[in-house]
């Protein structure tokens, strides 16, 4: 496992951007699948982008796709999230994940194997 703490959460409203982080310890964070997830008030937790551990390829939500963008730099052990045309539908709370995840479990929703998780940062769209 790692430990992880997301950072970049705020306050933005409704057609704005934000960039989250989410720094990783230990050394072995390049070997893992990283996802971001995301829950609202009321809600279940949600899949809302993963990146393959080499940062070669990419997976999103149908909710968010062409607006958000995974990617990760392995030298610093970090994966962002940019969040382009943000909605108020956006506002939740975003967390970051690791595991040791097949790429094929990915595309099929299936998260079992994200083991590690960070605490969140609160994104909140204003209308």
């Known amino acids: 496992q790692v430990q992880l703490v997301e950072s970049g959460g705020g306050l933005v409203q409704a057609g704005g951007s934000l960039r989250l982080s989410c720094a990783a310890s230990?050394?072995?964070?390049?070997?893992?699948?990283m996802g971001w997830f995301r829950q609202a008030p009321g809600k279940e937790r949600e899949f809302v982008a993963a990146i393959y551990y080499s940062g070669t390829t990419t997976y999103y939500a149908v909710s968010v796709k062409g607006r958000f963008t995974i990617s990760r730099d392995n030298a610093k052990n970090t994966v962002y999230l940019q969040m382009n045309s943000l909605k108020p539908e956006d506002t939740a709370v975003y967390y970051c994940a690791a595991g040791r995840v097949p790429w094929s479990m990915v595309l099929d929703g299936v998260f079992s194997g994200m083991d590690s998780w960070g605490k969140g940062t609160t994104v909140t769209v204003s209308a």
């Open positions: 230990g050394r072995l964070f390049s070997t893992f699948t």
